[in-house]
């Protein structure tokens, strides 16, 4: 199949074929918003970037033991760029892929994805359950307490940030603000 660039509204009709769990949804939405400021301050492609994350968890829902691996199946069948289907079977790597983080958009997407779950998991407890007026410093007491959302794999965050050679701090401020964005939709 010949390639073609995705359109937001393909990308979004795809996304919602395969998934149905609002969790999932917010979660992709939410991953979208970061990877979108993230483009926006490194000077790079917003759309593309937003598109890669929107679908980044594409498989997730209805094949969580084939993670990573039936997404690039139903891509590559889609005629989606191969650089699309790389940045996304990428996020996984290490856990459920072998295709190492190569540029800017794979590091980013593999730093943030597991990052947000933990900073939704520090705004949800809050008083005001929302984004709007976390900061970093309440994310990062968290972060040492290992048995809150345990389930965030630390170890991902921490090389992911090393890729991008940016400091965990840093990253966090980045990924509230980028969270902000979609607040509403992803409502927080």
Same mark, same amino acid.
Request: glycine share 6%; no cysteine; aromatic share 6%.
């Given at each position: 199949m010949q390639e073609h660039t995705?359109?937001?509204?393909?990308? *979004?009709?795809l996304l919602k074929e395969f998934n149905d769990s609002e969790s999932l949804l917010k979660h992709a939405y939410c991953v979208e918003g970061v990877m979108r400021y993230m483009a926006r301050k490194m000077g790079e492609d917003e759309e593309k970037w937003g598109?890669?994350? *929107?679908?980044?968890?594409?498989?997730?829902?209805?094949?969580?033991?084939?993670?990573c691996k039936k997404s690039q199946e139903i891509l590559e069948e889609r005629g989606w760029p191969k650089e699309y289907v790389r940045a996304i079977v990428s996020h996984g790597w290490g856990i459920c892929s072998d295709v190492e983080p190569q540029t800017s958009m794979e590091k980013t997407l593999y730093?943030?994805?597991? *990052?947000?779950? *933990?900073?939704?998991?520090?705004?949800?407890i809050r008083p005001s359950k929302t984004v709007a007026d976390l900061?970093?410093?309440?994310?990062m007491k968290k972060w040492k307490d290992r048995s809150f959302a345990a389930g965030v794999n630390r170890s991902v965050i921490e090389k992911g940030t090393a890729m991008l050679g940016v400091e965990l701090g840093d990253l966090v401020g980045d990924v509230i603000m980028g969270m902000r964005e979609v607040a509403d939709r992803i409502g927080l």
């Open positions: 995705p359109t937001y509204d393909e990308a *979004l009709s598109i890669i994350g *929107l679908v980044h968890d594409l498989d997730y829902g209805r094949f969580p033991e084939q993670h730093a943030v994805d597991e *990052l947000t779950g *933990l900073i939704t998991a520090v705004a949800i900061e970093v410093k309440s994310v």
